[in-house]
Structures are given as structure tokens and as C-alpha cells.
């Protein structure tokens, strides 16, 4: 059988770890800069029950007017180092993935690598490397 398609995705952020799990794991926080390039601004909405077991759901619209809605269950929290959790979207439960983020020190900031694995083939892995990276600029900027 054929390894499913991952993406790694690492970013310095201007924060300390502490800070950055937060953006993670704080609802007021994930929705200001969750989402590709193309998120509406006002349109984030996000649900997280932060526990291992606990189930989140983030939905947004986009400027071409489609709305997306993401969730899945937290399976690891190791704050501030370490977040894991299902990923599926709502218009294909199926296809589950499982996204891991990793959080150093890094000089004057932190060191965010992103693992996103199990995807259902590259082209869907192809997408998420655009919109994770779009994100995590997103991220970034919340803390420059």
C-alpha cells in the first residue's frame, strides 16, 4: 500500500511559545487569523473544546463567496510544545487527516512546524500546503 500524502510546513513567529499555543487553542484568538488569504475577515467562527477527547469546528467564507467548515477531536495537548488533532471537512467526513503542530523556542520567537499526514491523495495535500501556508502568514502577522 502507497503512503498517503503529508505536508510540513515550519515559520518562525515573532512570539513565545506560550503566546502562539494560545493562537491555537484561545477562540478569541484563532478566529482573527484562522483561514487562507481568501477568509473574510469577519466571517470566522470557532468552537474549541481543548482537551484530549474534545471536539473543535472552525467555519469561514471566502471571497468567492464559498463557506468552509472544518473540525475534528483533539488527540494530544502538550502545552505549549505540542497540539494534535483529527481534520475533516464537512463536506467530506471521510476523509479525515491528522494535523500535528510543534512549537520551540527560537531565538527571539518560537519555531512552528506544521505536520498535516493521512491525506486522501496529493491533490487534496496540494490544497492545504496553499491554504496552511496563507494561514500560518496569517499567524505570523498576529504577532509582528
Not at 478569541?28 to 473574510?40: D, E, M, N, S
Not at 475534528?72 to 479525515?96: K, N, V
Not at 520567537?109 to 486522501?120: A, D, I, K, P, R
Amino acid at each position: 500500500m502507497l503512503a498517503k500524502p503529508s505536508v510540513t510546513l515550519k515559520r518562525h513567529i515573532h512570539g513565545r511559545p506560550e503566546q502562539v499555543f494560545a493562537a491555537w487553542t484561545d477562540p478569541k484568538k484563532i478566529v482573527r487569523w484562522f483561514g487562507p488569504q481568501q477568509t473574510l475577515l469577519d466571517t470566522v467562527k470557532a468552537e474549541l473544546d481543548v482537551r484530549v477527547g474534545g471536539k473543535f469546528s472552525v467555519s469561514f467564507a471566502t471571497d468567492d463567496g464559498e463557506f468552509h467548515k472544518v473540525g475534528g477531536t483533539y488527540r494530544e495537548i502538550f502545552p505549549p510544545e505540542r497540539l494534535q488533532f483529527t481534520w475533516a471537512w464537512h463536506t467530506t467526513p471521510e476523509r479525515e487527516s491528522l494535523v500535528t503542530v510543534t512549537i520551540r523556542p527560537d531565538g527571539d520567537g518560537s519555531m512552528l512546524t506544521l505536520l498535516h499526514e493521512q491525506f486522501f491523495d496529493q491533490a487534496a495535500a496540494d490544497g492545504h500546503k496553499r491554504g496552511w501556508t496563507g494561514t500560518l502568514e496569517k499567524l505570523a502577522a498576529e504577532f509582528e
